[in-house]
């Protein structure tokens, strides 16, 4: 039996930790495509330019809004043009995905530098492709994870808090999925079995969630940057990642996929998606009453959503939610990561049920 994890060759984080991203990059090359989304680009970059010290030239794109296969051959163009030795990506995790296809194909090392905590994205060999209109189009899986990921708390802090809350969202999905992988021998990102130490970071991401979770959301709101809230932008970053990539995905994913093909979940983050894909994941493998519970709890307690009309879909018919079920249910999808037979109706049914218990226990 052969198993694989994976992981970022470097992981920093902390306080002003951006101050260092000059001196990081120095060690790849002197020559830098700089990939930043718009809030970035309009009000972190005047202060950011200064830390390459004169010693990397960079070439600064701003990101177009989706990753996707029409945005990644415009950077390309542009790298080639400019002669890059390295790709860094700094905003959120579209940004970022872009950033990793780029300089996959540019053959280039890669850094990334989150300014949220809302995805598991940065530190992972795989970009999550969409269509130009924001639907799920494939994943692109990368032969190698960045080379640094930065993670500046001081930046993060300052974002507002829902994208904390839907990064716990997405790290939320880490330990089911992982824990069924695990349990039905299925295999993670890379095609094989994942370690004993993928399950345990899965875990830890799970118990840190609901250990830290509402007083890092608290001190978010706060604008100040606490123990609770490095652990949970820990656990949104690196656990969630290492454990969703080296663990294995499986139903939360799946459904989430299947969400984005109703136009009105596009306005809702990914990591709120992927809570609901969550919550219907524990009906559709028969989890306890006592873990609904818990999980449920948790995401009224920070805030994540526990109904499909917190997602957009208050007025979905069963018609579109079954188109939903059947897109989560697609060939080759990870929802067959789950034991047991999984059919597009099971998941339809699993969604209701789940929105069924979330407005029960808002009295609605």
Same mark, same amino acid.
């Given at each position: ?7 970022? /060759?470097?992981?920093?984080? =902390? ?6 991203? !000059? ?29 390459? +010290? ?9 990101? !177009? ?21 390295? #790709?860094?990506?700094?905003? *959120?995790?579209?940004?970022? +995905? ?21 995805? +598991? ?6 970009? %999550? ?18 080379? #640094? %990921?930065? %993670?500046?708390?001081?930046?993060? %802090? ?26 039905? @021998?299925?295999?993670?990102?890379? *095609? @094989?079995? !994942? ?6 970071? $899965? @875990? ?6 609901? +250990? ?15 123990? $609770? ?17 080296? =663990? *294995? ?27 609901? =894909? ?37 007025? #979905? ?14 060939? /080759? ?6 034991? *047991? ?14 929105? $069924?218990? !979330?407005?029960? @226990?808002?009295?609605?």
């Amino acid at each position: 039996m052969i198993t694989t994890s994976i992981f970022p /060759g470097r992981y920093v984080q =902390g306080y002003d930790a951006l101050k260092h991203l !000059g001196e990081e990059s120095l060690r790849f090359g002197s020559k830098a495509l700089l990939l930043a989304d718009p809030l970035v680009y309009e009000k972190i970059l005047p202060e950011l330019l200064p830390v390459f +010290d004169g010693k990397v030239a960079v070439q600064v794109e701003k990101f !177009g809004g989706e990753c996707s296969d029409e945005e990644i051959e415009r950077l390309q163009v542009v790298g080639k043009t400019f002669g890059a030795e390295v #790709v860094i990506g700094i905003g *959120g995790g579209k940004t970022l +995905d872009t950033a990793k296809a780029v300089a996959y194909f540019l053959k280039l090392p890669l850094m990334i530098a989150p300014t949220i905590a809302s995805t +598991d994205a940065p530190c992972s060999a795989l970009s %999550v492709i969409y269509t130009p209109d924001g639907q799920f189009k494939r994943y692109l899986f990368l032969p190698a994870n960045p080379n #640094v %990921v930065l %993670v500046d708390t001081r930046i993060i %802090v300052g974002a507002p808090a829902r994208f904390l809350v839907s990064g716990m969202g997405d790290a939320l999905a880490t330990w089911f999925e992982a824990e069924s992988c695990r349990i039905k @021998r299925a295999p993670n990102m890379t *095609g @094989r079995l !994942g370690s004993m130490t993928a399950y345990a970071l $899965a @875990r830890l991401c799970y118990e840190t969630l609901l +250990d830290y979770g509402v007083q890092a959301v608290t001190a978010n709101r706060a604008g100040v940057v606490t123990d $609770a809230f490095e652990k949970v932008v820990e656990a949104n970053t690196l656990l969630s990642g290492l454990g969703f990539e080296s =663990g *294995g995905l499986a139903a939360a994913h799946a459904i989430h996929n299947g969400l984005t093909a109703l136009e009105p979940t596009h306005h809702y983050f990914h990591g709120e998606k992927v809570a609901i =894909g969550t919550l219907a994941s524990l009906f559709l493998t028969g989890k306890s009453p006592e873990m609904i519970d818990e999980v449920f709890t948790f995401c009224e307690a920070v805030g994540l959503p526990t109904t499909l009309a917190e997602i957009g879909l208050a007025e #979905v018919s069963d018609e579109d939610l079954m188109r939903a079920a059947e897109k989560a249910c697609a060939p /080759g999808e990870t929802i067959y990561n789950e034991l *047991g037979e999984i059919t597009p109706q099971a998941v339809f049914m699993a969604l209701k049920a789940a929105d $069924a218990e !979330g407005r029960r @226990r808002k009295g609605k």
